[in-house]
């Protein structure tokens, strides 16, 4: 009887240790720590939840650059668990693999704990331990010292991650920086950002304003949705799917979401534009477009025509290696649901160096299917109305002084030197818009020409693998009076800076406000969920001691965080009380489509008109409209080197997360079966590569496939670190960022096109 008693027993201390929290809102707090009590004395785990109340806080989620809204729930100053904001348009209350990740990144054990200045050479990664008087002292003194000598745009920043504001918008224009540069610009998507304005007069902004709930036909180019995992994108996506509408994927490699398609084009690498302008040629010759739409919102149409004549199917086939009957057929797919069908305009659009010609060919063809400003075609993004922080004129011109929109909503240039300017013609010397073009700002680094850059704050980016060509970059970096380093973990660069700031985690800090141009503009907040571990920092306080120490005191007249966060919310009547109150989120009203206008033009062109002939690229002696550029083959012997994301890794940043990377621990060569087959080359074999400058690097394991060309191989970025204080990423695959020693970089948005590396497979001794 007595066993069958504590049977009994165990069973309902079970039931009640697997119950939800709804249950323990019924119990006292007595009764609960009893329950508690009970479930250890059984010999059973207590379910955390059972410790102690549970506080709740909002925040948005920096796990990768989407952001989407969070809660978090701790207990005892510890966090227990995320979950996707239900209140929030992004999340919807769901969150990827990446975002569940969040708590494993907080409390990793390789972070970075203190203050640290380098007592070695550069490169050693030798540091002692300070206080945060001692570092932010000797950086101001730094930084004085190198304005001082050689002028304060002598000072470059390059930052990404959502705390990057503090950095590269704030403390650099008050500084009197125009060199912040960020690789979500230059080496992402400036071509896609300058294609839109110059074709529309609008930005794309961060959140590609595809009109989900109506569209009948999706076309990707280049888009991995599932592999770059933005979560609501794959919301989106698996419910238009699940509702039948078509997809046509081109991508030289059977993606994930290829397997969804109804159409793939295995296209050659380079050929996009081509394609592009075969899909204008049948539109317009067979009179597949919306002819309303493009009388009413185009113009430059018949110049359009003229230009696109020649480029039928028979023509593209012959350089995209796709049948002329596919690129007919495709045309006319995305042709019969229109105007609820539209190319998707990608993130990652730098590839060959003629990129913003080839995002301006898919904004054409939009157009012509009457999608922009169309249900179920690509809507208008609005951003949120909210002033910035009332602050004294920077010394710079550059974004608004708060993030009261997403990245690419605002125009500003921050060029390095006297470019930019237009010309006595009305032309533009130079069409860069956003940031500087970071890879842009390495030759001055080693030169000095146009003029030196000679000190280099650096938050958030792993500069060796992100910058393409790193021999330049350590080269840059051994030339610099200065370099500092804000991150959570020693990431490879780390050991090449003379300062280290340890950062707060996103679930330690409070931090800008989200200001999300979207559909339904909304704004977020960012608040800690527990102090922050060891003697780390948030940014926005970095950058005020730091601000206070070199004389831009004026610039800093808040005290703390949330003093700064409300003199904003102020301004829409808020406050972080009814935020908190929200559920973190305050939404606005937009106006996505072109009813939401009346008589007024969306399109902020000089005519109010979409423009299929570039008045502004004709001043410039650049083509006014798309052509096709070939680019360079592979060499005897060498594969295209074609690199993307995966589903549970954000760029360099995750692979030592330990739940992340215990769900993918190293990236694989995707290599073609029939190429491995050939070569001898078997499935899983490690090998090394060799790019066409004679640098190798790896080993890489070989996945072979037929899921890819065999022109080119493909692997996932972000592996092959060297980092040794990373203790799960250290050494696990192969870096694509160093094999990347070349890029074409765009005449007019300054993109630095990635896709123009190769490789060969150099097999390891037995």
Not at 427 to 437: N, Q, W
Not at 714 to 730: D, I, K, R, W
């Amino acid at each position: 009887m007595a066993r069958a008693n504590l049977t009994i027993t165990r069973r309902s201390l079970l039931k009640t240790a697997l119950a939800g929290g709804g249950g323990l809102a019924l119990l006292g707090r007595s009764l609960r720590d009893a329950a508690a009590a009970g479930i250890e004395k059984a010999g059973l785990p207590t379910a955390w939840f059972y410790r102690g109340p549970i506080q709740t806080t909002y925040n948005y989620c920096d796990m990768c650059p989407w952001r989407c809204g969070i809660v978090v729930q701790s207990v005892n100053g510890k966090v227990q668990k995320i979950d996707g904001n239900p209140a929030d348009p992004k999340s919807r209350g769901k969150l990827c693999a990446r975002g569940q990740g969040g708590v494993s990144f907080m409390y990793d054990p390789d972070r970075l704990r203190a203050p640290m200045i380098r007592t070695g050479a550069r490169g050693e990664g030798k540091f002692k331990e300070v206080t945060w008087a001692e570092a932010l002292d000797y950086t101001a003194e730094k930084l004085k010292a190198v304005a001082a000598a050689y002028g304060p745009e002598s000072v470059a920043v390059f930052g990404h991650t959502s705390g990057d504001f503090w950095f590269t918008d704030y403390f650099a224009q008050a500084w009197g920086t125009p060199n912040a540069a960020k690789p979500s610009s230059s080496l992402c998507t400036s071509p896609r950002e300058e294609a839109a304005q110059l074709t529309y007069g609008l930005a794309v902004g961060g959140h590609e304003p595809v009109d989900w709930e109506g569209i009948q036909c999706l076309t990707l180019i280049g888009s991995h949705i599932g592999e770059d995992s933005r979560n609501t994108v794959m919301q989106d996506f698996s419910a238009a799917w699940g509702r039948g509408a078509k997809v046509i994927v081109v991508d030289p490699r059977f993606s994930s979401v290829a397997a969804k398609a109804d159409y793939w084009l295995p296209i050659k690498p380079g050929a996009d534009t081509a394609l592009l302008l075969a899909w204008i040629h049948v539109l317009i010759a067979e009179e597949r477009y919306d002819k309303e739409y493009v009388a009413q919102w185009t113009e430059g149409f018949d110049a359009l025509a003229a230009h696109v004549a020649e480029f039928t199917p028979e023509w593209a086939a012959a350089i995209t290696d796709l049948p002329a009957e596919l690129i007919h057929t495709t045309a006319l797919v995305m042709a019969d649901a229109l105007p609820r069908s539209a190319i998707m305009p990608g993130r990652h659009t730098t590839w060959y160096g003629n990129d913003s010609q080839r995002m301006r060919a898919i904004y054409m063809i939009n157009a012509l299917l009457g999608a922009y400003g169309r249900e179920g075609g690509i809507y208008f993004s609005k951003a949120p109305y909210i002033e910035a922080y009332p602050h004294p004129p920077f010394a710079v011109a550059g974004s608004s002084g708060g993030c009261s929109a997403e990245p690419g909503q605002e125009s500003a240039e921050l060029p390095l030197g006297p470019s930019g300017k237009a010309r006595a013609d009305g032309a533009r010397t130079k069409f860069l818009r956003g940031a500087t073009a970071l890879q842009e700002l390495i030759e001055p680094m080693i030169t000095g020409k146009p003029y030196p850059i000679k000190a280099l704050i650096v938050y958030g980016v792993n500069l060796l693998h992100t910058v393409p060509n790193v021999p330049s970059t350590l080269e840059a970096l051994q030339q610099l009076d200065f370099v500092l380093a804000v991150d959570v973990l020693p990431q490879e660069h780390i050991a090449w800076a003379d300062v280290v700031f340890p950062e707060a985690t996103a679930l330690e800090r409070y931090d800008e406000l989200w200001a999300v141009a979207h559909k339904t503009p909304y704004i977020a907040m960012r608040e800690p969920a527990v102090e922050p571990l060891y003697d780390t920092k948030p940014a926005w306080w970095m950058v005020r001691e730091l601000g206070m120490r070199v004389g831009l005191d004026k610039f800093f007249k808040w005290e703390t965080a949330e003093e700064y966060l409300d003199a904003r919310l102020m301004s829409i009547g808020s406050s972080l009380e009814k935020l908190r109150a929200g559920n973190g989120v305050l939404i606005q009203k937009g106006k996505p489509y072109l009813a939401d206008f009346g008589d007024k033009s969306p399109f902020h062109t000089a005519t109010g008109k979409i423009q299929f002939y570039s008045e502004e690229l004709a001043l410039a002696g650049l083509d006014p409209m798309p052509v096709y550029e070939p680019v360079a083959e592979p060499p005897a012997g060498y594969f295209r080197l074609l690199y993307g994301r995966h589903a549970v890794h954000t760029f360099a940043k995750t692979q030592n997360t330990p739940m992340l990377h215990d769900l993918y621990p190293e990236n694989e060569l995707w290599l073609n079966a029939g190429r491995a087959a050939a070569e001898g080359i078997a499935d899983g074999e490690y090998v090394m590569l060799e790019n066409q400058d004679g640098v190798q690097h790896g080993p890489i394991k070989v996945k072979a496939t037929e899921r890819i060309r065999p022109d080119a191989v493909f692997m996932v970025h972000g592996f092959g670190q060297e980092a040794p204080g990373l203790t799960n990423a250290y050494g696990k695959g192969a870096s694509d960022a160093k094999l990347i020693t070349r890029y074409a970089l765009d005449p007019i948005s300054g993109g630095a096109g990635m896709r123009v590396n190769f490789v060969r497979i150099v097999r390891r001794p037995a």
